[in-house]
């Protein structure tokens, strides 16, 4: 049967509606797909971008932790070759020694030789990684435990153990870590049984403090005390007599009787006692100025009345 000419219309244009409809079915189907492979690529961008934090995030925790760790390690070391030969023979504890790699010579030789007779580990490294633990190192630098401070009943009893007199320093706000090093220095050759510091305002026993006492720190008692007026009340019970040194004191220190048990007090660098402490001292004493400087270095003050109980003392 012909087909007619409405029908042949009508299949023509159902023909071109089909193919048209395929198409826009194949444009939404390619646009979805599209839109799909954009969302991916967003996806991955934004997941790469992530990651890309994520990474350097852990790189800053890492480089913090590092510094912790690093900070943790080296924050009590003893540097310097008289200082370690110092500590290696007083037996305490250490617990790695770094030397410097090259040539040795001298002194280094007997520390590498006493530290492996102790059985202490040795580790040669780099000049830059001894440089990154300490300054002034001399090539050598020894990690040992926080600093032991003591009691200020262990620095009576070892006065006792001797059959001594107590001598003791108390130091009122020293905060230069040299003259805390060059007082203890002085006070282990002038026979000092220890020292008391304050927690605050002052500088602890650290890495500096043990070089520039060329490692008298391994035999110096130190004890670090909450708040000093309270440690003098203490001195004084125990039947010590409390010296301030003052530059405004009437009594130069060679005219003042300096046997029997005292502590003598040492003030800051820049301001000497504090108001109270000086109240509490039972005596004050000053070093004569001829000159036209009107004050001394403090470890300077502190090793000449040192000195002066260790003549008196004879």
Not at 33 to 45: A, L
Not at 170 to 199: C, F, Q, Y
Not at 251 to 271: C, H, M, R, V, W
Request: glycine share 6%; with cysteine; hydrophobic share 35%.
């Amino acid at each position: 049967m012909r087909e007619s000419f409405r029908d042949k219309q009508n299949r023509k244009a159902r023909i071109a509606r089909e193919k048209q409809e395929s198409f826009e079915d194949r444009r939404k189907q390619e646009r979805r797909k599209n839109e799909r492979r954009q969302e991916d690529r967003r996806r991955e961008r934004k997941s790469v971008e992530i990651d890309r934090r994520n990474s350097e995030r852990r790189v800053d925790e890492r480089r913090i932790e590092d510094r912790r760790e690093e900070d943790k390690v080296y924050e009590d070391v003893i540097a310097g070759r008289n200082a370690v030969m110092e500590l290696l023979k007083s037996s305490k504890d250490i617990n790695k020694i770094f030397v410097e790699k090259g040539e040795k010579h001298g002194s280094i030789n007997e520390i590498i030789a006493r530290a492996k007779e102790a059985r202490i580990v040795t580790v040669e490294v780099e000049k830059s990684k001894l440089n990154m633990m300490a300054e002034n190192h001399q090539g050598v630098v020894a990690v040992v435990p926080p600093f032991n401070y003591c009691e200020i009943e262990d620095i009576l009893d070892l006065a006792k153990e001797r059959g001594e007199d107590p001598f003791i320093l108390v130091l009122d706000g020293i905060e230069d870590p040299h003259n805390l090093g060059s007082i203890i220095r002085t006070a282990e050759t002038a026979g000092v049984h220890g020292i008391i510091i304050p927690k605050r305002r002052t500088v602890s026993v650290n890495a500096t403090v043990a070089k520039t006492s060329a490692g008298a720190t391994a035999y110096v008692k130190v004890a670090r005390v909450n708040n000093i007026n309270d440690s003098i009340r203490k001195l004084k019970d125990a039947g010590l007599w409390v010296i301030g040194t003052d530059g405004e004191a009437k009594t130069e220190y060679y005219n003042q009787d300096l046997k029997g048990p005292i502590a003598i007090i040492i003030g800051s660098e820049g301001f000497g006692m504090s108001k109270l402490v000086k109240e509490n001292a039972d005596i004050l004493i000053k070093i004569p100025m001829k000159g036209k400087i009107n004050s001394l270095n403090a470890s300077v003050s502190a090793g000449i009345v040192m000195y002066e109980v260790v003549k008196q003392r004879k």
